[in-house]
């Protein structure tokens, strides 16, 4: 599966941004999608998941400020961020997995180019 993100962008502390993430191939629905982001130096930190059933896991960094959902009948993947804060900012990347941990980057097989969110203070 190939995945193109897209939807960052700069925005304001206290802003609200929704990333996309559009995958090809015709197994969407049976992958667990995941979000992770990383700054320079630091290495890829897990945001959200959600299984192919549905059930959906947050980093505490943004748990009751996000909402991941997906659309399978368009491949699609999101994540909705509010309350954004300058320590959001980051390379958003979004990724696809069947196997594994949630939270573990390396238990996903298949990422997207990555998408920049820049919030300023």
């Known amino acids: 599966v190939q995945l193109q993100a897209c939807g960052g962008g700069l925005v304001q502390a206290g802003g609200s941004l929704r990333l996309s993430c559009a995958a090809s191939?015709?197994?969407?629905?049976?992958?667990?999608m995941g979000w992770f982001r990383q700054t320079p130096g630091k290495e890829r930190e897990f945001v959200a998941a959600?299984?192919?059933?549905?059930?959906?896991y947050y980093a505490d960094s943004v748990k009751g400020r996000s909402n991941i959902s997906r659309e399978n009948a368009k491949n699609t993947v999101y994540l909705q961020m509010h309350s954004l804060k300058p320590e959001d900012t980051a390379v958003y990347y979004c990724?696809?997995?069947?196997?594994?941990?949630?939270?573990?980057?390396?238990?996903?097989?298949?990422w997207g180019q990555g998408t920049e969110v820049t919030v300023s203070s």
């Open positions: 959600i299984r192919s059933g549905g059930a959906t």
């Open positions: 990724a696809a997995g069947t196997t594994g941990w949630v939270a573990v980057a390396g238990d996903y097989n298949h």
């Open positions: 191939g015709r197994t969407f629905s049976n992958y667990r």
